[in-house]
């Protein structure tokens, strides 16, 4: 429940109060560890980081704009996947930040990087695939940037994005191949 009210806030905040940037900018969000974000090893729940992820990208919706289009192009938002390395645990009541921006896209997929800071330090690092839909059909990430007002240029993909698509298309024929013999028994 108490993420429900971080999420109001954080939009409430920058409805109000917005800080604009560009799609080729970063956020930086203030977050801090409370104890229904604990998981037995009194240390945040690897789950609560995804969801954490949830509303850093939804504070970047906001500060870029993309969420004007998103509500005036009645389009629906999809998490297609997340990559996720935890380096660093994070303890009760620690403050952290958590960086996020556009790392890429291509003609399906935003690829979005997260960072979780504390003092400086990277305490877990995130890629997640997400993309924009309209009637239950993707819409290029190229239409929706055209709609920004801002002069944005496409990031090149670095080296390790590359890789980690390369990777999840072989992750996902293989289980496409799985699938269809486990069909025939």
């Given amino acids: 429940m108490n993420l429900y009210f971080r999420f109001f806030y954080i939009i409430i905040k920058n409805y109000l109060f917005r800080r604009r940037i560009t799609a080729n900018d970063e956020s930086l969000l203030d977050m801090r560890v409370l ?67 556009a790392l890429h896209w291509d003609d399906m997929w935003f690829y979005i990087e997260h960072e979780f800071i504390k003092n400086n330090i990277v305490t877990a690092h995130a890629i997640v695939k997400v993309t924009f839909t309209k009637k239950r059909k993707r819409v290029a990430p190229q239409i929706v940037i055209d709609q920004l007002e801002d002069n944005i240029i496409k990031p090149v993909a670095p080296k390790y994005l590359e890789e980690l698509i390369l990777g999840e298309m072989d992750m996902i024929d293989s289980v496409k191949k799985s699938n269809k013999e486990a069909a025939k028994i």
Avoid at 49 to 66: C, H, K, P, Q
Avoid at 76 to 93: A, D, M, S, Y
């Fill in 35 to 101: 104890p229904t974000d604990l998981d037995l090893n009194m240390h945040m729940n690897n789950g609560r980081y995804l969801t954490v992820l949830d509303i850093a990208r939804s504070e970047f919706l906001v500060r870029t704009g993309m969420d004007i289009v998103f509500f005036k192009n009645k389009f629906g938002g999809v998490t297609g996947g997340v990559h996720i390395t935890f380096f660093k645990e994070l303890n009760l009541f620690d403050k952290y930040q958590v960086k996020t921006k």
